[in-house]
């Protein structure tokens, strides 16, 4: 078996995917670092998790499937046949299915498994993804994504029973709130602000899609602390949002927070 994981906390780089040789009957595993669960320390929820996501590409996938199916997911058109985002497959399975679940896909001949990891739409494993399951997916790829790859330790909440709204230790900078719905409309990429801290750090982490939203395709807003952007909801003291509004949307979509940690300024 040829296993592609990563040592510590780095994803695989896209370019990490390009020199791979595939084969005949072996195969091949895509994984990032599994997240760590944070409710020991914040019973209630939140997580940690990666990031290192170039582009969320979602080419030969469609919700109206399951992604067990080759209609749901495609094995010989978009993103598992490209070996540049093949990548974001993983981050799709990840952000879908539970810890526990794999995909089995077969491209040109060799065996892909796609492991699950956080499970905000359990459902699309065997069934079809409705529109909250494309919404959570949409807020979990673009959270995770970055446009110049590196990856960054990343702290989600969100008002979603596998997140969670508790604090995770030390992750204390609110970076933004990403929404929107790539499935229904690949434009529907938006992120509303977060801290001017925030702000700060992304840039010297080497974040991206908040600090530069048109250089990953988002539309940036700055009013996430209006009513009539976001619906505000108070956790331990924070105030976070659940769900936020696009311009020209009637309804709101389901939101997903980032927080970053300062100590990563020095890492």
């Not at 409710?39 to 080419?59: F, T, V």
């Not at 995909?103 to 069934?127: H, M, R």
């Not at 508790?166 to 204390?172: C, L, Q, S």
């Not at 602000?193 to 840039?203: E, F, P, R, T």
Request: charged share 20%; glycine share 10%.
């Amino acid at each position: 078996m040829v296993s592609l994981t990563t040592a510590g906390c780095d994803a695989p780089s896209d370019e990490s995917l390009d020199g791979i040789e595939f084969r005949e009957g072996e195969t091949t595993t895509f994984t990032t670092p599994k997240r760590t669960d944070a409710r020991d320390d914040s019973p209630g929820g939140g997580l940690w998790i990666n990031n290192g996501l170039s582009a969320p590409s979602i080419g030969g996938i469609d919700p109206a499937y399951p992604l067990s199916t080759s209609q749901g997911m495609s094995e010989t058109e978009g993103v598992l046949v490209d070996s540049e985002s093949r990548i974001a497959a993983q981050y799709l399975v990840e952000c879908a299915l539970p810890s526990g679940s794999v995909i089995e896909k077969v491209v040109d001949g060799e065996t892909v498994e796609l492991e699950g990891q956080i499970g905000l739409a359990p459902e699309w494993e065997d069934g079809d993804c409705d529109e909250d399951c494309q919404q959570w997916v949409t807020a979990c790829m673009l959270a995770r994504t970055n446009v110049n790859a590196e990856t960054i330790q990343l702290s989600l909440r969100a008002d979603h029973p596998v997140i969670g709204l508790a604090r995770v230790k030390h992750y204390n900078v609110y970076e933004g709130s990403f929404y929107g719905n790539i499935f229904a409309d690949p434009d529907a990429q938006f992120v509303c602000a977060g801290s001017q801290q925030g702000a700060a750090l992304d840039h010297l982490v080497g974040r991206t899609c908040s600090s530069d939203p048109a250089a990953c395709g988002f539309e940036l807003y700055q009013d996430c602390n209006q009513a009539t952007r976001c619906t505000q909801q108070t956790n331990g003291g924070d105030a976070l949002v659940s769900e936020c509004h696009a311009d020209g949307d009637a309804s709101p979509y389901h939101t997903i927070n980032v927080y970053l940690r300062a100590s990563d300024v020095s890492n």
